[in-house]
């Protein structure tokens, strides 16, 4: 009696598991799925020719060439500042830590918008610096500093917020130890600390170089939209779009797409990769990071 | 800042002097920059900006749109997260992988893409049409681009404490007789609630300030699908920085509070955790 009542749960179990699971990727299928696809069809819909040809005009190449550029400056100081940061926290007690946490993440509960409007406002011809930029002769905003400076602003957090958590669940006994063995500071970064937190350090840049060239909205306040000079790839998409030439606008955002889907790759391999080297997930990092700190 | 515990490492005054250069440079001055560009409008203007009737409108549309797709987000979101945690299916890694792609994904592309879908002809569209449903270039449309990017944030919040739950505790209500029902309502759930909720408030967060998706899918009209940091782009193209000031400052304000909420909702969680 009881087996059959066992039984008879248990594939009532299994059903509404099922409904679970469909009912999951049916969700995922309309909101994911299908926007992904639709990117790749629109771009290839009118063949192969259009789609090469959308993407070796002038603009399109110097949108390329613009938004390799920008990311190319913006993710490396960023690199470098996270580094710092998360040396300094999670190797350092001090007063106004989690203050300083709070501010170095800042940037990430800001409107894209305001993080162009800031420099705007600062740089820009009736900015504070405006006139005294002018009779200089240097252009910030509508120029290429302006979208480096947008960009860095958007990206700023990634990299410190991936390696504080790994710096601070690896400890500081392995390098004390080989301070103490006589190595320098920079030896026992660089021959310590370095290959410990490798895997955490691509993980941040690699997130930090997507959002650096898709960003959009901030970079589309400060860029002034001059084609050939100032737009990056996802502000070129906008452009053709808004011409009505929907195959080269997603001919354009096909290989953001490619881009997005090879970060999700390289996100996931790095993802695993740390797993089996820490015996954790790096994965959850990102969300978690605040209970850690 | 003060050191307080002695320690043999080298590089406190590097790396402290550098971080806080930076984050000055970056962050700090810029955003102070608005406040003392802001202080050159008297309160009573300041007010008459931020309370404009095309204003308003973006708040509310904002807001409402906002809270409409992390409503959203956290019932799917949650279904998601459940389902790639408690249950087998093939596929799984891949699905789990796709989650993060609205984070990946530039909202440029997003934007683009789900407009074609939901255009009266798209191949989405096409079917709501005859049924009356209108959702490019209206409200609608602005929620399902903030669902397509409010998604992992809700996700990605629930699945790891979900993952910590201890199973003993499940185990202990079903062998003292509690259906799953019960199990799932008076065990499981009451643990997850701060994570659902600061999953909620992150997608929240995200949608009001969101740009790059919703200026394709929602036709921009003023008073009617107008978001606020579209209003904001606006008043900078005619030049109306004081007003473009004003708005920024109280998006930011809005942006502050939110960042509160969640930082206190990921303690609760947290503290939750702990002790269940």
């Given at each position: 009696?009881?087996?059959?009542?066992?039984?008879?749960?248990?594939?009532?179990?299994?059903?509404?598991?099922?409904?679970?699971?469909?009912?999951?990727?049916?969700?995922?299928?309309?909101?994911?799925?299908?926007?992904?696809?639709?990117v790749?069809?629109?771009?290839?819909?009118?063949?192969?020719?259009?789609?090469?040809?959308?993407?070796?005009?002038?603009?399109?190449?110097?949108?390329?060439?613009?938004?390799?550029?920008?990311?190319?400056?913006?993710?490396?100081?960023?690199?470098?500042?996270?580094?710092?940061?998360?040396?300094?926290?999670?190797?350092?007690d001090?007063?106004?830590?989690?203050?300083?946490?709070?501010?170095?993440d800042?940037?990430?509960?800001?409107?894209?918008?305001?993080?162009?409007?800031?420099?705007?406002?600062?740089?820009?011809?009736?900015?504070?610096?405006?006139?005294?930029?002018?009779?200089?002769?240097?252009?910030?905003?509508?120029?290429?500093?302006?979208?480096?400076?947008?960009?860095?602003?958007?990206?700023?957090?990634?990299?410190?917020r991936?390696?504080?958590?790994?710096?601070?669940?690896?400890?500081?006994?392995?390098?004390?130890?080989?301070?103490?063995?006589?190595?320098?500071?920079l030896q026992?970064?660089?021959?310590?600390?370095?290959?410990?937190?490798?895997?955490?350090l691509?993980?941040?840049?690699?997130?930090?170089n997507?959002?650096?060239?898709?960003?959009?909205?901030?970079?589309?306040?400060?860029?002034?939209?001059?084609?050939?000079?100032?737009?990056?790839m996802?502000?070129?998409?906008?452009?053709?779009?808004?011409?009505?030439?929907?195959?080269?606008?997603?001919?354009?955002?096909?290989?953001?797409?490619?881009?997005?889907?090879a970060?999700?790759?390289?996100?996931?391999?790095?993802e695993?990769?740390?797993?089996?080297?820490?015996?954790?997930?790096v994965?959850?990092?990102?969300?978690?990071?605040k209970?850690?700190? | 800042?003060?050191?307080?515990?002695?320690?043999?490492?080298?590089?406190?005054?590097?790396?402290?002097?550098?971080?806080?250069?930076?984050?000055?440079?970056?962050?700090?001055?810029?955003?102070?920059?608005?406040?003392?560009?802001?202080?050159?409008?008297?309160?009573?203007?300041?007010?008459?900006?931020?309370?404009?009737?095309?204003?308003?409108a973006?708040y509310?549309?904002?807001?409402?749109?906002?809270?409409?797709?992390?409503s959203?987000?956290?019932?799917?979101?949650?279904?998601?997260?459940?389902?790639?945690?408690?249950?087998?299916?093939?596929?799984?890694?891949?699905?789990?992988?796709?989650?993060?792609?609205?984070?990946?994904?530039?909202?440029?592309?997003?934007?683009?893409?789900?407009?074609?879908?939901?255009?009266?002809?798209?191949?989405?569209?096409q079917?709501?049409?005859?049924?009356?449903?209108?959702?490019?270039?209206t409200?609608?449309?602005?929620?399902?681009?903030?669902?397509f990017?409010?998604?992992?944030?809700?996700?990605?919040?629930?699945?790891?404490?979900?993952?910590?739950?201890?199973?003993?505790?499940?185990?202990?209500?079903?062998?003292?007789?509690?259906?799953?029902?019960?199990?799932?309502?008076?065990?499981?759930?009451?643990?997850?609630?701060?994570?659902?909720?600061?999953?909620?408030?992150?997608?929240?967060?995200?949608?009001?300030?969101?740009?790059?998706?919703?200026?394709?899918?929602?036709?921009?009209?003023?008073?009617?699908?107008?978001?606020?940091?579209?209003?904001?782009?606006t008043?900078?193209?005619?030049?109306?920085?004081?007003?473009?000031?004003?708005?920024?400052?109280?998006?930011?304000?809005?942006?502050?509070?939110?960042?509160?909420?969640?930082?206190?909702?990921?303690?609760?969680?947290?503290?939750?955790?702990?002790?269940?």
């Open positions: 009696m009881s087996v059959v009542i066992g039984k008879r749960e248990s594939i009532r179990t299994r059903a509404v598991q099922c409904a679970f699971i469909a009912a999951a990727l049916l969700f995922l299928f309309f909101f994911l799925g299908i926007p992904l696809v639709s790749f069809y629109e771009a290839l819909h009118e063949g192969l020719r259009a789609y090469g040809s959308a993407l070796v005009t002038a603009d399109a190449r110097s949108a390329i060439f613009l938004t390799l550029l920008v990311a190319g400056i913006a993710v490396p100081l960023n690199l470098v500042f996270g580094i710092a940061a998360a040396w300094l926290i999670a190797r350092f001090f007063h106004g830590k989690s203050l300083l946490l709070t501010l170095i800042l940037p990430f509960s800001v409107s894209p918008v305001i993080s162009g409007l800031i420099y705007v406002l600062i740089f820009g011809m009736q900015g504070l610096l405006g006139p005294w930029l002018f009779d200089h002769d240097i252009q910030i905003i509508f120029a290429v500093p302006g979208l480096v400076l947008a960009t860095i602003f958007v990206t700023f957090p990634f990299v410190a991936e390696l504080i958590p790994v710096m601070q669940q690896i400890g500081s006994e392995e390098e004390e130890a080989a301070l103490l063995l006589g190595a320098s500071g026992t970064f660089l021959r310590v600390t370095l290959p410990n937190i490798k895997w955490g691509l993980y941040g840049v690699i997130l930090c997507a959002r650096a060239m898709g960003e959009f909205g901030a970079v589309s306040v400060v860029s002034g939209h001059i084609r050939g000079k100032t737009n990056t996802p502000l070129h998409v906008e452009i053709l779009y808004n011409e009505y030439n929907f195959a080269a606008a997603f001919a354009m955002a096909s290989v953001l797409t490619l881009l997005a889907l970060t999700l790759v390289a996100k996931s391999l790095v695993w990769k740390f797993a089996d080297a820490r015996g954790g997930s994965r959850y990092v990102a969300t978690m990071e209970k850690i700190s | 800042m003060l050191l307080k515990r002695n320690t043999v490492l080298p590089g406190f005054r590097l790396a402290g002097g550098f971080t806080v250069f930076y984050l000055s440079l970056i962050v700090l001055i810029p955003l102070g920059a608005m406040f003392v560009r802001a202080s050159s409008l008297t309160w009573g203007s300041f007010w008459e900006i931020v309370t404009a009737p095309r204003v308003l973006s509310k549309l904002s807001l409402g749109t906002a809270f409409a797709a992390a959203i987000n956290a019932v799917f979101g949650f279904l998601v997260a459940w389902v790639l945690v408690r249950y087998p299916f093939p596929g799984k890694k891949l699905v789990d992988a796709l989650v993060d792609l609205p984070f990946a994904l530039p909202t440029a592309v997003a934007g683009i893409s789900l407009t074609t879908l939901y255009a009266p002809k798209g191949w989405i569209g079917f709501l049409e005859p049924l009356g449903l209108k959702v490019a270039f409200p609608l449309g602005i929620v399902v681009a903030l669902v990017i409010g998604l992992p944030f809700v996700v990605r919040t629930v699945q790891p404490v979900l993952e910590e739950i201890e199973k003993e505790s499940e185990e202990a209500a079903e062998s003292l007789g509690a259906t799953r029902w019960q199990t799932f309502r008076l065990v499981i759930f009451p643990c997850l609630v701060p994570s659902l909720l600061a999953g909620f408030a992150m997608a929240f967060a995200r949608g009001l300030g969101e740009y790059g998706s919703v200026v394709f899918i929602s036709g921009n009209m003023p008073m009617k699908t107008e978001i606020t940091p579209l209003l904001i782009m008043k900078l193209e005619q030049f109306d920085y004081p007003g473009a000031t004003a708005l920024g400052i109280s998006m930011l304000a809005a942006s502050f509070l939110m960042l509160l909420v969640i930082n206190l909702l990921q303690w609760w969680s947290g503290k939750r955790l702990g002790r269940g």
